[in-house]
């Protein structure tokens, strides 16, 4: 199935096997909405994953069927990215240079937002990719089916370890950090960097986070495995 999808503020063409969607999206969408409808609010979703394994674009894909089914509960998308420290923040404590690790987020600010979704409405920031800092209160919430979507949500450290209490379920993408380095290199040069460029930064820079994520995350109540080919399969435990 080829869908067109809103992902980072870009608007792309995205492929999905009907086989994936029938035994692993679509069921998976029945699952939530059962389980919001269940506790008859707002049902809070983390999905955690190391960079490069597509998790935006997932998400989206979530929105999209959610939205083409009358039987399925709206999904709608939030980001942890909005919650990015400020460029001007990340120069005074000499962080700019790792944006993306776990120090470079505003964690305080994303514990208060996650409070906030108890409301019926609620707001969150999104990192606008042009001005390259965070834009407060850009995404009105109003879905009863949240999916929050960032690479240290699950992250077993302390501070992170505690956001796992403002969720209903937790999924995590498990992939080979050998896949996602071939993966985040290419996405490197499709956005100009040279081959040398995309693995140097790789090596300071997407190579420890995805090290990290996989290495020091919490379990999460629902795992999904990452083909070689980038396809999507449900881990039975």
Same mark, same amino acid.
């Given at each position: 199935?080829?869908?067109?999808?809103?992902?980072?503020?870009?608007?792309?063409?995205?492929?999905?096997?009907?086989?994936?969607?029938?035994?692993?999206?679509?069921?998976?969408?029945?699952?939530?909405?059962?389980?919001?409808?269940?506790?008859?609010?707002?049902?809070?979703?983390?999905? !955690?994953?190391?960079?490069?394994?597509?998790?935006?674009?997932?998400?989206?894909?979530?929105?999209?069927?959610?939205?083409? $089914?009358?039987?399925?509960?709206?999904?709608?998308?939030?980001?942890?990215?909005?919650?990015?420290?400020?460029?001007?923040?990340?120069?005074?404590?000499?962080?700019?240079?790792?944006?993306?690790?776990?120090?470079?987020?505003?964690?305080?600010?994303?514990?208060?937002?996650?409070?906030?979704? !108890?409301?019926?409405?609620?707001?969150?920031?999104?990192?606008?990719?042009?001005?390259?800092?965070?834009?407060?209160?850009?995404?009105?919430? &109003?879905?009863?089916?949240?999916?929050?979507? #960032?690479?240290?949500?699950?992250?077993?450290?302390?501070?992170?370890?505690?956001?796992?209490?403002?969720?209903?379920?937790?999924?995590?993408?498990? !992939?080979?950090?050998?896949?996602?380095?071939?993966?985040?290199?290419?996405?490197?040069?499709?956005?100009?960097?040279?081959?040398?460029? !995309?693995?140097?930064?790789?090596?300071?820079?997407? #190579?420890?986070?995805? $090290?990290?994520?996989?290495?020091?995350?919490?379990?999460?109540?629902?795992?999904?495995?990452?083909?070689? $080919?980038? #396809?999507? &399969?449900?881990?039975?435990?």
């Amino acid at each position: 199935m080829k869908v067109t999808l809103k992902v980072s503020g870009m608007v792309s063409d995205s492929f999905f096997s009907n086989s994936e969607i029938q035994q692993l999206h679509v069921p998976l969408l029945h699952q939530l909405t059962e389980q919001q409808k269940a506790k008859g609010s707002r049902l809070v979703v983390f999905l !955690a994953a190391p960079p490069g394994c597509g998790k935006s674009t997932l998400s989206a894909f979530w929105e999209y069927l959610s939205n083409c $089914d009358v039987a399925l509960q709206t999904v709608q998308i939030l980001p942890m990215d909005g919650f990015h420290h400020c460029n001007r923040w990340l120069d005074e404590h000499h962080l700019r240079g790792r944006k993306g690790a776990p120090e470079t987020f505003d964690l305080d600010g994303l514990q208060q937002a996650l409070l906030r979704l !108890a409301q019926p409405q609620s707001y969150w920031p999104v990192y606008d990719r042009t001005l390259h800092d965070p834009v407060q209160d850009a995404i009105t919430v &109003t879905a009863p089916i949240v999916i929050v979507e #960032g690479n240290w949500l699950l992250l077993d450290e302390p501070g992170w370890r505690e956001l796992a209490q403002y969720s209903d379920v937790t999924l995590f993408i498990r !992939a080979q950090a050998r896949q996602l380095r071939a993966r985040l290199i290419e996405r490197k040069m499709r956005g100009g960097s040279t081959l040398e460029q !995309a693995a140097d930064f790789y090596q300071q820079t997407d #190579g420890p986070n995805v $090290d990290r994520v996989l290495q020091r995350s919490l379990p999460a109540l629902i795992t999904l495995n990452m083909a070689l $080919d980038g #396809g999507l &399969t449900r881990i039975v435990s």
